[in-house]
């Protein structure tokens, strides 16, 4: 038996219409309304409430290779979305059911119930299995925790504090003891590092040297470096760091766009035995149990908290990755798109 | 009861005469000869035979903080040297042992019988302790098997694959039954790599694009790089590991007398999941007994060889190490001064 509410039979979804070269620009994407057939047996058929937006993205939208397959042309575009089940032929997941998946960038979607998870709304709202409850807080835990090995009392620096992943790690970084230095790129967003989520020293880094900033929030060193930036922080932090520092090489927003040179001192790893990794979240979604072991209590008590800056309607997406990749970006904490309520 | 034999009463030993502004010059040492005194008991007078030379002393010639102090204008330099016992006022070193130390740079010493190590002549002769069986071994050996944990069967790159260490990292990894991909500055010193280390693709960075020569020697990609230069070499291999490869980074030599850029390309290690870690030898001596077990059966059984470029006289030893400095330097293997039979 099909159950089926408020069952859309069309879905806007936003498609790669060319390659950028550089910057991104609006022309890069198309929107097109495709039908959304009837659920076969084991499939459903879900309404995106909410979808994410990831600077990762623009890594997809060049055709190389990677760690992810690059968007292709004249296809929807793909990303993190939590969507309600509206009809149903797997009787795992009954219509109502809040299911995450990849299939973001559209409004609606069928798939085989079985690629989907189901999402505890009770718990925490649609957008926190986006951020601090999904990939975006498991990418700062497993940077911090599986690359890094912060200890506790430790001092650890995120380059894009107020973003998505930033906020997540000077949150988890605090929960475990340690000391957090956090740059951003506006004065509300350092504010918010400050008052919000209450770091020990919030800096903006377009003003002045961040290794003069780094000095002064942390006159004996740092240990860990938590990465969303490369360029001249990443360069900043590997004088700042102390003996046996390590940093966590997690994105670089700087150059997404535009090439940005190297840290010119590089060298000082050797002296320092400091250690560089690199890793992408994929490789452990196996913790994400234990991840949210951890999260849900602390998000239900308060001590963490889900900080989101929301647009609305899937037209408003393409511009808010474009958004998201600039140095300076609009968004404080995870940047989400809600599409239906 | 003092034992003497062929005691010297005066040793002539090289100082540091000025710290060098970018590349050193002979200028920046200075010769001096002092008187040396009769051991007190508990100590002993040791004749130095041969004396290491090194690319790291060129951090010690600036006065700036690092793993080891600096040199100190007016004192001598020091290093690793081998010498013989002439003088002996303790009986666990009696005259005509040889024994290790880090007072190179002069021909003759005292010191305490303690802070001196055995050295058997009857395994190899005295050079190979500074090299082979040395420093410099466990420099290569702690690169490659604690740092990178190599696996058998991996594909390696060592850039200056021809020097002291690089010669230790060819062999060591071969025999652990891996491709080795080896670089260096010369016609002679790729003949060497490849003739008489047996490597599996040797090549002149000098000549054309380095990451031609990876993808040339390594169509599948590389597993670890042994960093011995950074610059131009250490963005081709970020260019040439693979997924979850992991770079030593042992030295620098392409910037030790002039900053180079950096690696334009380091955020591939978010993708590739690399990692890449500094380290310094002086943290593996403990190492030392265990990598002995393995290279000395190694070397007198002829798997391993011990090369060396020799320079005679203390009067020499300067030139010796502003040589090593330059990209292009003239060694093969292990650079060493001779000073006495």
Chains 1, 2 share one sequence.
Not at 48 to 70: A, E, I, L, Q, T
Not at 93 to 102: H, I, K, M
Not at 192 to 205: C, G, Q, S, T
Not at 317 to 327: K, V
């Amino acid at each position: 038996m099909l159950e089926r509410i408020l069952m859309p039979t069309h879905s806007r979804e936003v498609r790669l219409a060319s390659r950028p070269k550089g910057e991104p620009t609006l022309d890069n994407f198309a929107f097109a309304t495709v039908e959304v057939p009837d659920p076969r047996p084991g499939e459903v058929l879900v309404r995106n409430v909410c979808m994410s937006v990831d600077p990762y993205m623009r890594g997809r939208m060049n055709d190389s290779k990677s760690y992810v397959p690059p968007f292709q042309i004249g296809h929807p575009l793909e990303g993190g979305a939590v969507g309600r089940v509206v009809a149903s032929q797997d009787k795992r997941l009954p219509v109502g059911t809040y299911v995450q998946s990849f299939l973001g960038w559209r409004e609606a979607f069928v798939a085989p119930a079985a690629n989907l998870q189901i999402v505890d709304v009770g718990v925490a709202p649609p957008s926190a299995y986006l951020g601090i409850l999904g990939i975006t807080g498991l990418t700062a835990w497993a940077g911090l925790f599986r690359i890094a090995n912060l200890k506790r009392d430790e001092t650890v620096f995120v380059s894009g504090g107020a973003g998505a992943v930033g906020s997540a790690v000077c949150q988890l970084a605090r929960l475990h003891g340690c000391r957090v230095l956090a740059s951003a790129s506006s004065e509300e967003k350092v504010a918010y590092l400050r008052d919000v989520l209450k770091v020990e020293y919030a800096f903006n880094y377009r003003e002045g040297n961040p290794l003069d900033q780094l000095k002064t929030g942390a006159p004996n060193g740092i240990d860990v470096y938590f990465d969303n930036t490369g360029g001249p922080q990443l360069e900043a932090a590997l004088y700042a760091l102390r003996t046996h520092g390590r940093v966590a090489l997690c994105g670089g927003i700087s150059g997404y766009n535009t090439p940005v040179p190297g840290p010119r001192n590089l060298m000082l790893a050797i002296g320092k035995r400091l250690r560089l990794e690199g890793f992408i979240v994929s490789d452990f979604l196996k913790d994400l149990p234990a991840f949210l072991a951890e999260a849900v209590p602390a998000l239900r008590s308060g001590k963490l908290i889900h900080r989101e800056t929301v647009v609305h309607g899937i037209d408003a997406a393409p511009a808010a990755l474009l958004d998201l990749l600039h140095s300076g970006a609009s968004n404080i904490g995870k940047m989400i798109v809600h599409l239906a309520d």
